[in-house]
């Protein structure tokens, strides 16, 4: 693998950990943000998480549907980056003689 | 009567003969490969491509990953006890939580087709570097 491509490689397994790292933040962000019970909101009523400490897990909250946004395209970019240092490596390789 | 320097015709020196040919002797040995050829040579496990054992495992695992992960989205879009009803007697009615009824069908919705896609997108990349190679050898 030459240096480019090893740079390639890299940029895109840093590109996947931060889309891994944005969408855990999305998830926590939204569980841990839940909406206080009102009969006018018309959103649908569960208990409060315990992925995110809820102090008493009986405890009944709302949630508005759950919206992941541009998180999961940062990590596709990344997964495709990766690939394809991976299939420019496996195009250009040659065995050692 | 002065003696005449000019060699007679039975005192001339005879043509030298020509060189003979060197003597070319075989040794056996020389014959058969050293040692050090056979190593120099690349074995079969040199030979194969490492990236292309890598782009296959990627494409076999993200395409795999991805068909689950679509599965299981239309499994829980057609399960009706992930459907909530009022939780008044219904027989289906199941407690899930905000994770089971949004997060987990959000993220398997979002990122399958794409896992699906990529993985699809290596195993071919994969055929193309075999039919490359393929068509070098010959």
């Known amino acids: 693998m030459t240096r480019p491509m090893r740079a390639l490689f890299v940029t895109g397994v840093v590109v996947t950990l931060a889309g891994l790292a944005a969408c855990a933040v999305r998830i926590y962000d939204y569980l841990s943000t839940p909406r206080a019970l009102s009969s006018t909101s018309g959103l649908k009523v569960f208990y409060q998480s315990s992925l995110v400490g809820s102090e008493s897990p009986s405890t009944l909250v709302q949630y508005a549907p759950f919206v992941f946004g541009a998180a999961p395209v940062v990590l596709v970019a990344g997964l495709v980056l990766s690939i394809a240092s991976v299939a420019l490596a496996a195009a250009l390789w040659r065995p050692r003689m | 009567m002065e003696e005449s320097t000019h060699p007679t015709l039975f005192e001339r020196e005879e043509p030298p003969e020509p060189p003979a040919p060197p003597v070319v002797e075989v040794h056996e040995e020389l014959e058969q490969p050293e040692q050090d050829d056979l190593v120099a040579q690349p074995s079969v496990r040199e030979r194969r491509n490492p990236w292309l054992i890598v ?45 089971d009824f949004y997060v987990i069908p959000a993220i398997l919705v979002s990122l399958s087709p794409w896992f699906t896609a990529l993985g699809i997108g290596s195993i071919i990349a994969a055929s193309t570097v075999h039919a490359v190679q393929w068509s070098r050898r010959g």
């Open chain 2, 55 to 99: 782009l296959w495992l990627i494409g076999v695992v993200l395409t795999i990953a991805g068909l689950w992960g679509l599965i299981q989205a239309a499994e829980r879009a057609m399960d009706p006890s992930y459907v909530i009803v009022d939780g008044y007697g219904s027989e289906q009615y199941r407690v899930v939580g905000v994770e």
